[in-house]
């Protein structure tokens, strides 16, 4: 069956770190991979995705993830975490034109 | 290009009453999805359409929820009668057909059913 796991319900992160936020997949086939940011009172917005190629992809606001095939992971990543990136982010799997989401990831960032 | 508009924002109803929403796709999207969201949880699909034809509905509680999508634009979603565990934030997505198209969400409609 297809899934998508998010192991960490929360991630802490102080002002100006580093941030990675977690994605493990099981799907059949090729996958194609999102990360979506849901702020408060608001629909999910569409960060980044991988379909093919380089394994680094580059995003909205200074996010990148990171496509790790031998490991079926899909980890959402930024160099230097901001106060404004606190949110709740999903990540995302389509296949056979279904969409499956993790259960999110609240992330909070420290001033 | 305008976004996924949905209507109303917020919408409390007492239980076994009916309740509908609407959804107006980004122009051009074929595909159109309403997913409900419970408080703290990912979102769950409740239906999806490909123009006016559905695609997906096999987690829609048929004995209470219906959705039509005449002229394979705007979606109606509807709850006859509603559950007090219904109370949920109902959104609506379209996307261009293919694996690799985004989705697009509205802001949602937060339903209270008390």
């Known amino acids: 069956a297809q899934s998508v796991a998010q192991p960490e319900d929360q991630v802490n992160v102080a002002e100006g770190n580093p941030l990675t936020v977690k994605c493990t997949y099981s799907?059949?086939?090729?996958?194609?991979l999102f990360w979506y940011v849901q702020y408060p009172n608001r629909g999910l917005q569409f960060l980044l995705k991988?379909?093919?190629?380089?394994?680094l992809v580059k995003g909205s606001y200074g996010f990148e993830a990171e496509f790790n095939k031998s490991q079926t992971s899909f980890h959402l990543k930024k160099p230097s975490a901001l106060v404004s990136d606190s949110a709740l982010y999903f990540c995302?799997?389509?296949?056979?034109?279904?969409?499956?989401f993790g259960k999110g990831t609240r992330l909070h960032i420290l001033p | 290009e305008a976004g996924v508009a949905q209507s109303p924002r917020y919408k409390i109803i007492e239980k076994r009453q009916s309740v509908a929403f609407w959804c107006n796709p980004i122009?051009?999207?074929?595909?159109l999805y309403w997913y409900q969201q419970i408080l703290g949880q990912g979102p769950k699909l409740l239906i999806q359409?490909?123009?006016?034809?559905?695609?997906?509905d096999s987690q829609l509680p048929k004995d209470r929820f219906s959705a039509e999508r005449l002229k394979g634009v705007d979606s109606t979603l509807k709850i006859q009668p509603a559950k007090l565990e219904d109370s949920a934030v109902y959104l609506c997505?379209?996307?261009?057909?293919?694996?690799?198209?985004?989705?697009?969400f509205g802001n949602g409609t937060r339903l209270t059913v008390t």
């Open positions: 997505a379209s996307s261009l057909a293919g694996n690799n198209s985004p989705l697009h």
């Open positions: 799907v059949s086939g090729n996958p194609y």
């Open positions: 991988y379909i093919t190629g380089d394994n």
């Open positions: 995302a799997v389509r296949v056979d034109d279904k969409i499956i």
């Open positions: 122009s051009g999207h074929a595909t």
């Open positions: 359409f490909q123009n006016n034809g559905v695609v997906d």
